[in-house]
């Protein structure tokens, strides 16, 4: 990679840390003034509306018969439980260890890894 491509990347990383971030203490500014299901549901319905806005940029997909029910299940787990669980966790914590602890998120994907897949970890 260049030098000018490993500096852009490192700025892409940056912004999309401080955004990832920032996120944390957006939300509970936003708990503060509104339930946190409310909140979460604008979150979703935000983002619905910037994906149906880029539909037309999607490129070709590749569907086959009964994917709907991986693709329902991965909807419902990661966007839908995984927001809720961290607005009711939000309540109870503060952004700064919240941040703490979604930052373990890489070892704790490695460590599955290990248990499940059986995958070697290396440095």
Sequence with gaps: MSGQ?????????????????????????????????????????LGSLVFLLAWRWRGRICYRAGDWKYLLGLAACEPCLYFIFEALALQNTSAAQA?????????????????????????
């Design 99 to 123: 941040g703490m602890i979604t930052a373990l998120l890489p070892l704790l994907v490695a460590m599955g890894a290990l248990v499940f897949l059986r995958e070697r970890i290396s440095r």
């Design 5 to 45: 491509g490993r500096g852009v990347a490192v700025v892409c990383l940056v912004v999309a840390m401080a955004l990832w971030g920032s996120s944390f203490i957006a939300l509970k500014w936003a708990f503060a003034e509104l339930p946190p299901l409310w909140v979460i549901f604008a979150r979703m319905a």
